[in-house]
């Protein structure tokens, strides 16, 4: 198969920009043509051509006629809509709040998939979608990078941060404060804090308690870690066998984020550390977010869309001109940031903090 996926940025290393990555290499080692298009590029665009993937901002640059588009985020999938009109669609939602990843409607469009219940409703509950149509493909591990490690202490000493998000400005001073009181050394890794770990398999092995959320607490999992889930919208709790089907329904994310991540809160959950549940969690997740059944499954998925819209079936939610006028009114003023932020980090710094003190 010729596999088109398009993601609003292809720069640095957070969520469906890793997510981009392993799919596109897994599709490429089982013998398919794969290239990517994102409106913004930066180190992670130039690793991928590095390995011979075609990752391109410019559509006219695309060197294939894709048979399917694996589509991420809105405004760049409408431009690759517009350019491909004769080729079929998967769109997919990975954030329940994003303006890019508002739902897309357009006849090419011929199967929705969310990574979990909570965009699910983003879909049925604020869109107006059946709730039959949409499909959920979670988020994967990839076990030949996050390996489980060999023993899992019984006595929690180590504790990471594994997010992109949390800093000294929000949330790990109490995480800090919470550790501190229990005898736990904490360390941090992400861009938000300026630690950035662009192989975090490497190093999880070495911490028995890790604060994260989504695709990265998962991966924390896979490696025999204990999870908090965590982020600067609040506390989710640890994750144990009583509840780690539910919250992977929610991709330990958002959705489950109910408390607030006070020191006294913190620990309440450290507390809850188990070895032996630990690794029932770790040995739960590593079945249930198998990558390689996972790309499969995406695999049969293009195929019938494909097959499909050969024979002439279309997607059932037509675009409208109010649509258009709704996604560019909405993402171009976030687009121009990411833009920014891309191209002129200390300008946006700048611009960022001369308009907090305002």
């Known amino acids: 198969m010729n596999i088109l996926i398009t993601n609003i940025t292809i720069s ?10 392993e799919l596109a290499i897994e599709l490429i080692n089982r013998g398919n043509l ?5 409106l913004i590029m930066g180190d992670l665009s130039q690793e991928l051509i590095e390995k011979g993937i075609n990752v391109t901002s410019n559509l006219k640059q695309l060197k294939l006629i894709p048979d399917i588009i694996h589509a991420h985020h809105n405004i760049n999938t409408l431009k690759v809509i517009n350019f491909f009109k004769f080729t079929p669609v998967v769109f997919f939602i990975h954030d329940r709040t994003s303006v890019f990843d508002h739902p897309l409607k357009h006849k090419n469009i011929l199967k929705y998939v969310a990574v979990d219940y909570n965009c699910k409703e983003r879909y049925f509950l604020e869109n107006n979608f ?13 076990t030949d990078r996050f390996s489980l490690k060999k023993q899992i202490n019984k006595q929690l000493k180590k ?3 594994f997010s992109n998000y949390l800093n000294e400005n929000n949330v790990y001073p109490q995480i800090k ?4 009181e229990l005898g736990v050394e904490v360390e941090i890794i992400g861009y938000s804090s300026g630690n950035i770990c662009l192989q975090p398999e490497k190093i999880l092995h070495k911490y028995d308690l890790v604060f994260a959320k989504a695709k990265a607490a998962i991966e924390a999992m896979a490696t025999g870690a204990a999870v908090i889930v965590c982020d600067f919208r609040g506390l989710g709790g640890m994750v144990t066998t009583s509840n780690m089907k539910h919250f992977r329904d929610f991709n330990f994310g958002m959705k489950l984020m109910k408390n607030i991540p006070t020191k006294n809160n913190l620990i309440a959950e450290i507390n809850k550390y188990n070895s032996g549940d630990t690794i029932k969690v770790s040995e739960y997740i590593i079945k249930e977010s198998n990558f390689i059944l996972a790309v499969s499954h995406l695999e049969e ?3 019938t869309v ?3 819209f050969k024979n002439q079936i279309k997607g059932k939610y037509k675009s409208s001109f109010l649509q258009y006028i709704f996604i560019y009114r909405y993402t171009m003023v976030n687009l121009t940031k990411f833009r920014v932020k891309s191209r002129f980090p200390k300008l946006y710094a700048f611009l960022i903090f001369y308009f907090k003190k305002k």
């Open 12 to 21: 640095e290393y957070t969520g469906t920009e890793t997510y981009v990555k």
């Open 159 to 161: 504790a990471l941060v």
């Open 306 to 308: 494909i097959t499909d």
């Open 34 to 38: 794969v290239e990517i298009f994102a």
């Open 130 to 142: 059946k709730e039959e149509d949409i499909e959920i493909v979670y988020n994967w591990v990839n």
């Open 177 to 180: 404060e919470a550790c501190k």
């Open 301 to 303: 998925i293009y195929s």
